[in-house]
């Protein structure tokens, strides 16, 4: 199995780099959904979606050296080319450290971006149960129409006058 010339190792630093940053905003998303800052949300949505995208392209990048040095373009071929000790990058030491660095941090921000799903399910659950408490009333009516205006099915006050 001949190495290419770039091999699969090249993109790790870069790679680690932008999964050390996604889960920095991962964990500034985290503490915005414990705190209910939902409006500060989109810009990180934003700031996420570029990372993800450039480790795409890194992921890519490496699959496609691991390709051309005969290994499966993939996550088990990156560890098949570091175990076979075949990789011409002069520090493999270095290499296989920054790999498994990689790894752990990409499990850290799974298991973030997984709690943190669950943490926009119980948002959504809380307000889906606000808006429904505001769209019944107990004669089975809408208080609120879709237009956020109180319902005309509603009974009016009449004024006591004593």
């Known amino acids: 199995m001949k190495a290419n010339s770039v091999g699969p190792g090249s993109t790790l630093d870069e790679e680690f780099d932008g999964a050390h940053q996604l889960l920095q905003l991962l ?5 915005q959904l414990l705190d209910a800052e939902i409006g500060k949300l989109e810009k990180l949505i934003e700031k996420k979606a570029a990372v993800i995208i450039r480790l795409l392209e890194l992921a890519k990048s490496r699959h496609s050296c691991l390709a051309a040095a005969g ?4 996550e088990a071929g990156m560890q098949a080319w570091i175990d076979s000790g075949s990789t011409t990058d002069r520090n493999f030491v270095s290499t296989k450290k920054r ?3 990689l790894i752990a941090l990409t499990q850290s921000a799974k298991e973030l971006n997984r709690v943190n799903g669950l943490l926009i399910g119980s948002h959504m659950a809380r307000n889906q149960s606000a808006l429904n408490a505001l769209q019944s009333s ?5 208080i609120y129409g879709p237009n956020g205006q109180p319902s005309r099915n509603m009974p009016s006050r009449g004024l006591i006058i004593s």
């Open 27 to 31: 964990q500034q998303e985290h503490e």
């Open 99 to 101: 790999w498994d660095e």
């Open 138 to 142: 107990p004669d089975g009516g809408n």
């Open 71 to 74: 290994f499966q373009a993939e």
